[in-house]
């Protein structure tokens, strides 16, 4: 299993900008799918985007589409969520998770329970 630890997170105002960025060790890091979910208070975890071992492929939830952008440097041991346009209903703790299983439909990694491994999570806060 990989080791995770998110950062990245803080206080925007509406509108604005943050890059969340996970860092994995532990060994192949290259081997797993890896995926960020969110939870606000008093909601269950939701999905927000995964990626592909190397990178090529992605897939996000509705919410995310056009304004978030997940990427990964595997030199680096590192994924990012890049997020644009923040929203006061972004405001949450996100989180990172790693998978180890076959990358088919990016759907199929939606689930909490494809993933081995999660992070501690980062707060973002956006205000109106």
């Known amino acids: 299993q990989v080791q995770l630890v998110e950062s990245g997170g803080g206080l925007v105002q509406a509108g604005g900008s943050l890059r969340l960025s996970c860092a994995a060790s532990g060994r192949a890091f290259s081997s797993y799918a890896m995926g960020w979910f969110r939870q606000a208070p008093g909601k269950e975890r939701e999905f927000v985007a995964v990626?592909?071992?190397?990178?090529?492929?992605?897939y996000y939830t509705d919410s995310a589409k056009g304004r978030f952008t997940i990427s990964r440097d595997n030199a680096k041991n590192t994924v990012y969520l890049q997020m644009n346009s923040l929203e006061p209903e972004d405001t949450a703790v996100y989180y990172c998770?790693?998978?180890?299983?076959?990358?088919?439909?990016?759907?199929?990694?939606?689930?909490?329970?494809?993933?081995?491994?999660w992070g501690q999570g980062t707060q973002v806060t956006v205000s109106s």
């Open positions: 998770a790693a998978s180890r299983r076959p990358y088919s439909a990016g759907s199929y990694f939606s689930s909490m329970d494809k993933y081995e491994s």
């Open positions: 990626i592909s071992y190397t990178g090529s492929t992605t």
